[in-house]
């Protein structure tokens, strides 16, 4: 004998057109029809619900779209989430910029660029306006086609910013790390009796955005890069570990021989603009409103909401001496 419920969709099989019917786990409706057709929609009245700031048919309205990349491959840092959070947090604050976060690499592709009536569905790069790397270290394990497409994306004019383990990725790819401007070495002044060092930083460029409000000396607690690979003749520096202050001279065969240290620069890729900084390690690195002022300045910077290209000035690296106390600091939070 056949069951109630049975029959009922048996019934209701039949009411729907020839639809096929789908299983049902609870109650006894399958859903409608697949050849149902667009619904008619009657607007409300005048005055019977608030007026929408978005004309109907049309994605929420925003300046610029930014692509966070989070997902490390290599060395993961648990201030990863915080990063991105606060890369989400400062575009709603700034209304600058909507936010995609994304731990993995898909949307690293050369599609995009189409309207978008139903929210804000990126399918590729050219949905977006910049990208910014929080730490997501290690080989991104991306094909040809989206290695070129990364590329391609920030010569035509996009932005990239990398914080922090942004610095720290992709080392076999040395169309990457010319891109960025320089690669992680080591951290030789960090250890485990000094997980975060207090390191005196030289504001070299107070003339953006991002420097503007910086003292010329001061202490950042943090763990910061050496890198590789960096010239002043195509990146401007805008901060450097402060040589004068800084003994460097026990551990000469870990530095560059000019001991020219970087810690935040700006370059061009083509027509892109990219900023990168070692700062970042520590979550609470990004409760720090100078941190989090420098970033959201490096974003709408990358994004040509201020500023101007980046000029390199090869020929203006601190001199270093020997280390001495005193000068301006001040202590990071």
């Known amino acids: 004998m056949m069951r109630a419920g049975a029959l009922a969709a048996l019934v209701l099989a039949a009411t729907m057109g020839g639809a096929a019917a789908q299983t049902v786990s609870n109650g006894t409706w399958a859903g409608p029809p697949a050849n149902a057709g667009p619904i008619a929609v009657t607007p409300p009245p005048p005055g019977a619900a608030p007026a929408s700031p978005v004309p109907p048919g049309m994605r929420s309205p925003s300046p610029k779209h930014v692509l966070v990349l989070g997902g490390a491959r290599g060395w993961h840092h648990d201030s990863i989430p915080a990063g991105m959070a606060a890369v989400y947090n400062w575009g709603r604050a700034t209304h600058l910029w909507d936010t995609e976060m994304r731990t993995e690499f898909s949307l690293v592709n050369g599609r995009g660029g189409q309207p ?7 399918v590729g ?12 270290t290690g080989d991104w394990g991306l094909d040809a086609s989206q290695k070129a497409a990364l590329l391609d994306f920030v010569r035509a004019g996009g932005g990239l910013v990398a914080i922090h383990g942004g610095v720290d990725a992709n080392h076999g790819w040395k169309e990457y790390v010319d891109m960025v401007g320089g690669t992680f070495v080591s951290h030789p002044f960090n250890n485990h009796a000094w997980p975060l060092f207090p390191f005196p930083l030289r504001t070299e460029n107070r003339d953006t955005p991002m420097t503007s409000f910086l003292p010329a000396r001061w202490i950042r607690q943090d763990e910061l890069y050496v890198v590789r690979n960096f010239s002043r003749a195509d990146a401007e520096v805008l901060l450097s570990m402060d040589g004068e202050r800084l003994d460097m001279t026990r551990i000469p065969e870990q530095l560059p021989p000019d001991r020219d240290v970087p810690v935040a620069w700006i370059k061009q890729y083509g027509k892109g603009r990219v900023f990168a900084s070692t700062i970042g390690h520590a979550k609470e690195a990004f409760d720090d409103p100078d ?9 709408r910077w990358a994004l040509r909401l201020s500023g101007d290209d980046a000029r390199p000035r090869p020929s203006v690296i601190p001199a270093l001496t020997a280390p001495r106390p005193g000068g301006q600091t001040r202590t990071g939070r």
């Open 291 to 299: 941190v989090a002022r420098m970033y959201t300045e490096a974003i």
């Open 125 to 136: 790069l050219r949905d977006f306006d910049a990208i910014v790397v929080v730490s997501a």
């Open 116 to 122: 978008m009536t139903a929210g804000f569905q990126p």
